[in-house]
C-alpha cells in the first residue's frame, strides 16, 4: 500500500499490512511504529485512518497533587492558562514557591523554583578554595583585556 500525507510530498512505500499487526497484536503504538519505518507519526496515523484501523487515544500521565517532578512537590490546582492547559502551585525542596504547567512538569522542563540553575549556573562554579572559575567567552571584553594584558607583559621583558 502507499500511502501520502496531505502535508508531504513523498510517497511512502511500505508493507502497511505488518505494521498494521504491529499496532493490533504487538501492543506497539504508532508513534513506536513511525520510529520503526523511519517515517512521521502522521504519516503513519493518516495510512492508518485510511485502511479504516481505529486508532487508540494517546494517554497523557495526568498531574496530581502530592506528585513529584524534580525538586517540586505538586500542592494544588493554581487555574489555567488561556490554552486550558493547568497550572499546579508547587513547593521546592529549598521551600520556594512557584506555579507551573502541566506540560512543563510532565516533560522534565521545569525542575525546581529556579535554585537548580542557580546551583549549576556557570556563574556560581567554583574552585575548591571558593574561588570563582570565570573562564571569560573567547570575542568578550574581559577575554580582549586579558589577552591584551598577556601581550603587554611579553612585550616588557
Avoid at 120 to 142: A, E, Q
Wanted: net charge positive.
Amino acid at each position: 500500500m502507499t500511502a501520502k500525507h496531505p502535508k508531504q510530498s513523498r510517497v511512502v512505500v511500505l508493507n502497511w499490512t505488518e505494521a498494521e499487526d504491529l499496532y493490533k497484536n504487538g501492543g506497539k503504538t504508532v508513534k513506536e511504529i513511525a520510529r520503526e519505518l523511519g517515517v512521521a507519526y502522521n504519516t503513519v496515523a493518516h495510512a492508518f485512518k485510511k485502511t479504516g484501523v481505529v486508532l487508540k487515544p494517546r494517554i497523557r500521565t495526568a498531574v496530581k497533587v502530592g506528585d513529584r517532578f524534580g525538586r517540586l512537590t505538586v500542592v494544588e490546582r493554581a487555574g489555567s492558562r488561556r490554552n486550558r492547559e493547568a497550572l499546579w502551585r508547587s513547593v521546592c525542596d529549598c521551600g520556594g514557591e512557584t506555579v507551573v504547567g502541566s506540560a512543563s512538569l510532565r516533560r522534565g522542563h521545569t525542575k525546581s523554583c529556579g535554585c537548580l540553575y542557580k546551583e549549576t549556573s556557570p556563574k556560581n562554579l567554583t574552585d575548591g578554595d571558593g574561588n570563582h572559575i570565570l573562564r571569560p567567552r573567547p570575542g568578550s571584553v574581559t577575554h580582549a583585556l586579558k589577552h591584551f594584558t598577556k601581550v603587554l607583559e611579553e612585550s616588557e621583558c
